[in-house]
């Protein structure tokens, strides 16, 4: 009886189709980062203060240093305020001169924005500042909560419907909702846009993945997926220099997701459904032709028969997430990837806040956060490939844990020694996040990877909506947010030792009643242990 290990060695393991396809899916894995982190851009914001041109009617030969002395108070560094102004009356210019104005207002006619030629953001156009400042970072909250979303629905959407599907589905909700942004007509429809871009953008980024995963043979698949982590770091280094030439953010918003339509079209046709899902679904002539395809672009032939030995793989069985917690090794593997997931993002945020005042301008700075990505999933990848997946996701953890608490023990007048310990554990925690997407797709069986995935995913989001607001915590004592970051993943840590190694193991396909053995490629496989039990 054969598994589908062994039909991958009939059909090429990791021949031209293989890398075909690989090539195609990094292509793709470009666009998430750039609705996640774009908004870094379309929302920046500009010192601002009130508009106060009503003084023009009385003085039109006013400088604009005087005019904002005349309407505009003062902090107490010196600043002008940027959200008050000092009360309209109907003098002439010279009595304000000479007396003053001492009472003030909110802004009632609009703020004027020091931005630059061509600047426009969804700040300065919606003028989300003052009472509004919040909308923001409430759009971005949006966004993290969509991205949530689409964790749980597109992993049940990938197991029922297929791979192939929802990552379709996924490409055509991009373009439609980021198409679509860049013609909001107030920051609240942008939002509501911003939450359906979420839904898809991330959720592609685990389709792939575990697209790729499945055409592999295992030895390849942590290759496969370092690779298209990598192009989401490529996207956010090309998101840099897109800004940086196009500063007005409804055509940023065009020209980054235009390009979906083509990629959509030339996806439609190349992309092949993942073999592997189909036969665990029953059907096995759709299987046989995206089989024979892949042959025959390895310059290969698939046996006509070969199939037939493979008949106990098929399935008609229809599981969905909630199966997960039904079978007690799957409960334990989900509770503990799943708080696995929580601590890296957790970890990742919080460090991004941390290190991202390098006092470089804002592209250069999102430049730097994104090179450092490439060599922290090259890195983990030699790593996880020698060392396997638990021993080295627990290190990272734990390294990055680390840093944060290390950081509390540098004096605060050693800005440079504490920038360089945050960076190692932002290496760190890119290459715990790299290692858990492999880890992850490799634990769950072919009826329930993708939902098990989007579970994982989902905890990663939680995590991602709460770190900005755990430096909330700060106010209560300084080190109270940095030692969060730390203790929580060391304790991640600890728990990955509890769950199994995966490295070089044969995926599994079916669930089992009991833990399954690990064994490598080649040995029997759930499919002959499924047979004994009948």
Known sequence: MRNFGQILKEIGEF???????????????????????????????????CNTDWILERGPNLTEERQKNLTIPVNEDGSF?????????????????????????????????????????????????????????????????????????????????????AILLAISLLL??????????????????????????????????VLAVEWTDPSKSALCTMVILCFSSTGRMLLSGIAYLIHNWRILQLVLFSP?????????????????????????????KEL??????????????????????????????FDIFKIQYLRKYTLIMGFIWFAVSLLFYGLSLNVGRFGLNIYLTQFIFAVVEIPANIGSLFLI???????CEACFLFFGGTACLVILAVPKDLPVVVTVIAVVGKFAVTASFSTAYVYA?????????????????????????????IWLLEVYHYTIPMLIYGIIPIAAGGLCLLLPETLNNELQDHTELKKPENKPMGESTCAESLMKHQ
């Open 15 to 49: 021949g031209l189709f293989q890398k075909r396809l690989l090539f195609a899916l990094c292509a793709l894995n470009v666009f998430p980062s750039l609705d996640v982190i774009g908004q870094v851009y379309t929302g920046r914001s500009f010192p601002h203060h």
């Open 81 to 165: 305020e940027s959200c008050k102004m000092f009360t309209p009356v109907d003098w002439d210019l010279e009595d304000i001169e000479k007396y003053g104005i001492n009472t003030t207002t909110k802004c009632t006619d609009g703020w004027d924005y020091e931005t630059g030629p061509g600047d426009s953001t969804v700040l300065t156009e919606f003028d989300a500042v003052c009472d509004k400042n919040g909308l923001i970072a409430v759009s971005q909250s949006m966004s993290m909560a969509g991205i949530l979303v689409g964790a749980l629905v597109y992993g049940t959407i990938s197991d029922r419907f297929g791979r192939r599907f």
């Open 176 to 209: 439609v909702f980021g198409v679509a942004t860049a013609f909001s007509p107030n920051i609240y429809v942008y939002m509501v846009f911003k939450f359906f871009c979420g839904t898809s953008s991330v959720a592609m980024t685990m389709n792939l993945s």
């Open 260 to 288: 979906l339509v083509i990629l959509l079209g030339a996806h439609y046709w190349f992309l092949p459904e993942s073999a592997r899902w189909l036969l665990t679904h029953g059907r096995k002539e759709k299987a046989q």
């Open 292 to 321: 024979q395809r892949a042959a025959r672009i390895n310059g290969r032939k698939l046996p006509e028969d070969l199939l037939d030995q493979v008949k106990l793989e098929r399935t008609s069985e229809r599981r969905n997430m």
């Open 385 to 391: 490939q020698h060392f396997g997946r638990r021993i």
């Open 441 to 469: 797709a490799e634990l769950y069986p072919t009826v329930l990877r993708q939902n098990g995935v989007g579970l994982n995913s989902m905890c990663a989001r939680v995590a991602g909506i709460l770190a900005p607001l």
